[in-house]
């Protein structure tokens, strides 16, 4: 269906009905499904690794051959710094025979003293079925905290404590975070179109978006194996609303553009929805087709993330180039009350930037000296990268929330009273014939500090050895002496021995991030350029625009880092850099996007410094308040309490404010004045000056001089 014909449905004085129809079906069938989409949620991707890792390929040999290693593990640990008593040890054999309910098999690991006589600790296999195991986890939880005799500290860790503190911690934040992000959105409108009701009709287009988008991953998660963990349905609200209002500024703002120009509201909302068409539909697919990259990355949770994102993204698209307009159409020009736009019939010969005073001082300022302005603004940008000196990449995981917890507390206890990696030692799994060897080979590595007695499996064919570590299970001593023991286990002649556990986990997760980053990042860049290109019809000008968005990635990682650094989160999670750079890209070039479709369709009617000056001025106010919507609307997973978000959180934030801010409004403009018309080559406007195809603008001499 052409763009005429796609106007004229919601803009139409039947279609618009018709279309208002469609979405209250649409939303009866959609709000109960999108309800149930907690149901669908696994988490489990969260952790996983792809089947031909390591660490994978021993946890699948450990389950196949001793079934008892799929339960995770509760460690309750002891301390008292004087040295435990008496009553500390009465209170540990009282828990070990309380706790034997919840232990699947009834079996509780006798309790293991510390060489300083200060700590005790125990361990139980809890449920392998996930609600049983968060009852399990949080009546232990319940235990400890029940009459401690005063000064022992006891705390919960271990496999099991460490999920259900996550899943605790999250206990109701999609309800928060929802808000939050409402509330901010309305605020921010409230702001912008100064209106006691035009706030109100973006806001309730993107929860009808919500909804739509909430139930069709409901859907493919039930019925097409789509996974969904509780990260992806978070990304999934942040998008769906942080986008979602981006098209809604940039429609509405053309929309009460074309009123000026016609009487008939509904003229000029099937104008303003010809005319934005292009822009937006670019924006979304570049969104889309970018998050559907992570499609080749080989992290099960960073691969699932991205259909889950570009369902959100085709939701909102969907609902602002139907729903909203349908909506505007139908209640009228009032809505903008008090600023109501009125039909002008000299609209079209009227100086458009007008009323943008302080964009067309901008616009001067950059007309006046461009190279200058562009140079400082690189200049700018450049030195803000030089703060990512102050990140680092690999997130322990005592510093993975950013409140203390059980699990979190307990790590640091054991660490302090027994060899670092007893918590989570590493496991090998090997032939038994082999086992002797295994054994010897595994006790020579540097940073092992114990190699206990190889267990058969009761096939007979396979043994399982427990090497504890001497340092931290996420340290990077830790890794190093993972990377010992694979080689030397390896040597072993028959062995076929493979070394899992926590810290093996986490080594291969850095390697297979470090992958990902290496094939998603590239694809995203061309996937980018390819979109660019179609939408402009230019070589040069996407370029441009790839340039300064890895310019822009760059500075937000560097100004991020400061912040992040003040906040006490300077460490990122391994899968933090790839995601972000993704959101800065596919996201930051939206407002790129917005400004050169509008310089294209100016330079074709009255040349090209005065069209590019033309669309700096009239699109600045909207593109700068659509920029600060999204950047607060990441803001918003601020008040999630893991680290990881909080992270996600500023870096995109900052990047695209400063995308909005300096790139859009200073770098780009003063960069395309530069070149001038090469800016468009090879195209058409490259070529010749094109000829006016309507009346031309009154004389702007403050723009065109």
Same mark, same amino acid.
């Given at each position: 269906?052409?763009?005429?014909?796609?106007?004229?449905?919601?803009?139409?004085?039947?279609?618009?009905?018709?279309?208002?129809?469609?979405?209250?079906?649409?939303?009866?069938?959609?709000?109960?499904?999108?309800?149930?989409?907690?149901?669908?949620?696994?988490?489990?991707?969260?952790?996983?690794?792809?089947?031909?890792?390591?660490?994978?390929?021993?946890?699948?040999?450990?389950?196949?051959?001793?079934?008892?290693?799929?339960?995770?593990?509760?460690?309750?640990?002891?301390?008292?710094?004087?040295?435990?008593?008496?009553?500390?040890?009465?209170?540990?054999?009282?828990?070990?025979?309380?706790?034997?309910?919840?232990?699947?098999?009834?079996?509780?690991?006798?309790?293991?003293?510390?060489a300083d006589g200060r700590a005790l600790l125990f361990s139980l296999p809890v449920s392998m079925d996930e609600d049983r195991r968060a009852e399990a986890v949080g009546a232990l939880k319940d235990r400890l905290t029940d009459g401690a005799p005063p000064g022992l500290r006891i705390a919960l860790t271990g496999d099991a404590a460490a999920e259900h503190d996550v899943f605790d911690a999250f206990g109701g934040m999609d309800g928060a975070l929802l808000l939050a992000t409402a509330l901010t959105v309305a605020l921010l409108l409230l702001v912008t179109y100064r209106s006691p009701v035009l706030w109100l009709i973006p806001l309730l287009a993107v929860g009808a978006a919500n909804q739509l988008a909430g139930a069709v991953v409901y859907l493919l998660a039930k019925h097409a194996g789509l996974a969904v963990d509780f990260q992806s349905q978070t990304i999934l609200t942040v998008l769906v609303f942080g986008v979602g209002v981006d098209y809604a500024l940039l429609l509405i703002a053309r929309y009460r553009e074309e009123l000026r120009r016609h009487a008939d509201r509904h003229r000029a909302m099937a104008a303003a929805l010809r005319r934005s068409y292009g822009a937006v539909c670019a924006s979304a697919a570049t969104v889309a087709i970018g998050l559907l990259c992570?499609?080749?990355?080989?992290?099960?949770?960073?691969?699932?993330?991205?259909?889950?994102?570009?369902?959100?993204?085709?939701?909102?698209?969907?609902?602002?180039?139907?729903?909203?307009?349908?909506?505007?159409?139908?209640?009228?020009?009032?809505?903008?009350?008090?600023?109501?736009?009125?039909?002008?019939?000299?609209?079209?010969?009227?100086?458009?930037?007008?009323?943008?005073?302080?964009?067309?001082?901008?616009?001067?300022?950059?007309?006046?000296?461009?190279?200058?302005?562009?140079?400082?603004?690189?200049?700018?940008?450049?030195?803000?990268?030089?703060?990512?000196?102050?990140?680092?990449?690999?997130?322990?995981?005592?510093?993975?929330?950013?409140?203390?917890?059980?699990?979190?507390?307990?790590?640091?206890?054991?660490?302090?009273?027994?060899?670092?990696?007893?918590?989570?030692?590493?496991?090998?799994?090997?032939?038994?014939?082999?086992?002797?060897?295994?054994?010897?080979?595994?006790?020579?590595?540097?940073?092992?500090?114990?190699?206990?007695?190889?267990?058969?499996?009761?096939?007979?064919?396979?043994?399982?050895?427990?090497?504890?570590?001497?340092?931290?299970?996420?340290?990077?001593?830790?890794?190093?002496?993972?990377?010992?023991?694979?080689?030397?286990?390896?040597?072993?002649?028959?062995?076929?021995?493979?070394?899992?556990?926590?810290?093996?986990?986490?080594?291969?997760?850095?390697?297979?991030?470090?992958?990902?980053?290496?094939?998603?990042? +590239?694809? #995203?860049?061309?996937? &980018?350029?390819?979109?660019?290109?179609? /939408? %402009?019809?230019? =070589?040069?000008?996407?370029? $441009? !625009?790839?340039?300064?968005?890895?310019?822009?990635?760059?500075?937000?990682?560097?100004?991020?880092?400061?912040?992040?650094?003040?906040?006490?989160?300077?460490?990122?999670?391994?899968?933090?850099?790839?995601?972000?750079?993704?959101?800065?890209?596919?996201?930051?070039?939206?407002?790129?996007?917005?400004?050169?479709?509008?310089?294209?369709?100016?330079?074709?009617?009255?040349?090209?410094?005065?069209?590019?000056?033309?669309?700096?001025?009239?699109?600045?106010?909207?593109?700068?308040?659509?920029?600060?919507?999204?950047?607060?609307?990441?803001?918003?997973?601020?008040?999630?309490?893991?680290? +990881?978000? #909080?992270?996600?959180? &500023?870096?995109?934030?900052?990047?695209? /404010? %400063?995308?909005? =801010?300096?790139?859009?409004? $200073? !770098?780009?403009?003063?960069?395309?004045?530069?070149?001038?018309?090469?800016?468009?080559?090879?195209?058409?406007?490259?070529?010749?000056?094109?000829?006016?195809?309507?009346?031309?603008?009154?004389?702007?001499?403050?723009?065109?001089?």
């Amino acid at each position: 269906m052409s763009p005429q014909r796609l106007a004229g449905l919601p803009s139409g004085r039947r279609g618009r009905y018709a279309v208002l129809l469609f979405w209250l079906v649409l939303l009866a069938v959609a709000g109960p499904l999108a309800l149930k989409l907690g149901d669908v949620q696994d988490n489990s991707t969260l952790g996983a690794l792809p089947a031909g890792a390591e660490s994978s390929r021993a946890a699948q040999r450990a389950a196949d051959a001793f079934p008892e290693s799929r339960r995770q593990l509760a460690i309750a640990v002891y301390v008292r710094d004087t040295g435990l008593t008496d009553a500390d040890r009465a209170r540990v054999d009282a828990d070990r025979a309380a706790f034997a309910r919840y232990a699947e098999g009834g079996v509780v690991s006798p309790p293991v003293p510390a060489a300083d006589g200060r700590a005790l600790l125990f361990s139980l296999p809890v449920s392998m079925d996930e609600d049983r195991r968060a009852e399990a986890v949080g009546a232990l939880k319940d235990r400890l905290t029940d009459g401690a005799p005063p000064g022992l500290r006891i705390a919960l860790t271990g496999d099991a404590a460490a999920e259900h503190d996550v899943f605790d911690a999250f206990g109701g934040m999609d309800g928060a975070l929802l808000l939050a992000t409402a509330l901010t959105v309305a605020l921010l409108l409230l702001v912008t179109y100064r209106s006691p009701v035009l706030w109100l009709i973006p806001l309730l287009a993107v929860g009808a978006a919500n909804q739509l988008a909430g139930a069709v991953v409901y859907l493919l998660a039930k019925h097409a194996g789509l996974a969904v963990d509780f990260q992806s349905q978070t990304i999934l609200t942040v998008l769906v609303f942080g986008v979602g209002v981006d098209y809604a500024l940039l429609l509405i703002a053309r929309y009460r553009e074309e009123l000026r120009r016609h009487a008939d509201r509904h003229r000029a909302m099937a104008a303003a929805l010809r005319r934005s068409y292009g822009a937006v539909c670019a924006s979304a697919a570049t969104v889309a087709i970018g998050l559907l990259c992570l499609l080749a990355a080989d992290l099960p949770a960073t691969r699932g993330l991205g259909p889950v994102g570009a369902v959100g993204i085709g939701a909102a698209l969907l609902a602002m180039t139907t729903l909203l307009p349908a909506v505007l159409v139908l209640l009228g020009r009032w809505l903008f009350w008090p600023f109501v736009p009125r039909y002008s019939a000299d609209a079209d010969t009227r100086d458009r930037t007008a009323d943008h005073g302080g964009w067309r001082r901008v616009a001067n300022l950059v007309a006046s000296r461009p190279r200058a302005v562009w140079l400082g603004t690189a200049a700018v940008l450049v030195a803000l990268t030089f703060g990512i000196g102050n990140l680092s990449v690999g997130l322990t995981d005592d510093e993975s929330f950013t409140t203390e917890v059980g699990s979190v507390t307990g790590q640091r206890l054991i660490a302090a009273h027994y060899p670092g990696g007893s918590a989570a030692p590493a496991e090998i799994l090997a032939a038994a014939g082999a086992a002797d060897r295994v054994v010897a080979a595994a006790r020579a590595v540097p940073g092992v500090a114990e190699v206990a007695a190889p267990q058969r499996s009761a096939d007979g064919r396979w043994v399982r050895v427990t090497a504890v570590l001497a340092d931290a299970p996420d340290s990077d001593a830790a890794w190093d002496a993972v990377t010992g023991l694979r080689a030397a286990v390896h040597a072993v002649p028959g062995a076929q021995a493979v070394v899992g556990g926590r810290t093996a986990t986490l080594l291969d997760e850095r390697r297979t991030v470090d992958r990902d980053n290496l094939v998603v990042i +590239p694809l #995203v860049l061309l996937v &980018v350029l390819a979109v660019l290109v179609l /939408l %402009l019809r230019s =070589l040069v000008a996407p370029l $441009l !625009l790839m340039a300064s968005v890895v310019l822009s990635f760059a500075a937000a990682m560097g100004a991020a880092g400061l912040l992040l650094d003040a906040m006490g989160h300077p460490r990122l999670f391994v899968g933090v850099p790839l995601q972000t750079f993704l959101f800065l890209v596919a996201l930051g070039v939206d407002y790129t996007i917005f400004l050169m479709t509008r310089a294209r369709e100016e330079t074709a009617l009255i040349g090209h410094r005065p069209g590019v000056l033309r669309a700096l001025t009239v699109t600045g106010g909207v593109i700068t308040s659509a920029g600060i919507v999204l950047a607060a609307t990441f803001g918003s997973l601020l008040v999630l309490p893991l680290v +990881p978000s #909080v992270q996600v959180g &500023v870096i995109v934030a900052v990047g695209i /404010l %400063l995308d909005t =801010l300096l790139v859009r409004s $200073l !770098l780009i403009p003063a960069l395309t004045l530069d070149l001038g018309v090469r800016t468009w080559w090879p195209g058409r406007l490259s070529r010749r000056s094109p000829q006016p195809t309507s009346p031309p603008p009154a004389p702007e001499p403050a723009l065109t001089a």
